[in-house]
């Protein structure tokens, strides 16, 4: 079984929708992130934590919402979407600082 | 602040030519440096990290990269391409250790 799963894989919504996306871990790692990819633009962070109680905002978090709800679990919301948003989302953990981190397989997300 | 340049978004090699993906950092504090691998449809996986302890880093798939800081250069070498290279490679510096900066990417094209 994969350490790092996101759900859902795809999703096609409509602007102005709310949508939720999920991710779990079972490395038992405290740190997670999640990231936006866009062509030419590689990786950049939205939301990271790095335990239960803490949340901090990446350089682009306007527009989007985390909630941390066990080590486990950190979920990303899009309150109400837009087609700017169109984009690849990945999840990541990492065990502590310094240390590499290991990525989900992402969810292509497709806003109309 | 950190940042990471990657100089070529596309880069194009024979079957069986070195591989060279350039990659500059810049970085207020000894850097820890990564380069990823992100083939078609999948998740980043990590390929070689720097941490400080070897200059030359030696990573998975026969990749190498070499830190020089008076170049402030990371670069990503292979000496002999095959197709399975064929891939989005990112390089990363970790902003003071809790957070990954990316590059915007090189995708590789192996030709043969």
């Known amino acids: 079984d994969a350490d790092v799963t996101q759900t859902p894989r795809n999703r096609i919504t409509k602007t102005g929708k709310r949508i939720m996306l999920e991710c779990s871990q079972t490395k038992g790692h405290d740190r997670m992130y999640w990231y936006r990819q866009d062509p030419g633009l590689g990786l950049r962070l939205i939301y990271y934590s790095f335990d239960v109680k803490d949340i901090n905002k990446g350089e682009i978090s306007d527009g989007y919402s985390v909630s941390r709800q066990a080590q486990a679990k950190f979920s990303l919301s899009l309150e109400s979407a837009i087609p700017n948003q169109t984009a690849l989302y990945f999840c990541?953990?990492?065990?502590?600082?310094?240390?590499?981190?290991?990525f989900g397989p992402g969810t292509r997300l497709t806003v109309l | 602040a950190q940042s990471v340049t990657q100089l070529g978004s596309h880069v194009s090699v024979s079957e069986g030519a070195l591989v060279l993906l350039r990659c500059n950092y810049s970085?207020?504090?000894?850097?820890?440096l990564f380069w990823y691998v992100q083939y078609p449809n999948q998740g980043l996986q990590l390929l070689l990290k720097y941490t400080s302890a070897a200059t030359l880093v030696k990573g998975i798939n026969g990749f190498e990269a070499e830190f020089k800081k008076s170049e402030t250069s990371f670069h990503l070498t292979k000496p002999s391409a095959h197709m399975s290279d064929a891939a989005e490679y990112f390089c990363?510096?970790?902003?003071?250790?809790?957070?990954?900066?990316f590059g915007a990417g090189t995708i590789l094209r192996v030709k043969s």
């Open positions: 970085s207020s504090v000894p850097p820890y």
């Open positions: 990541a953990t990492s065990p502590r600082a310094y240390n590499e981190q290991f």
């Open positions: 990363a510096v970790s902003d003071y250790g809790n957070k990954l900066v």
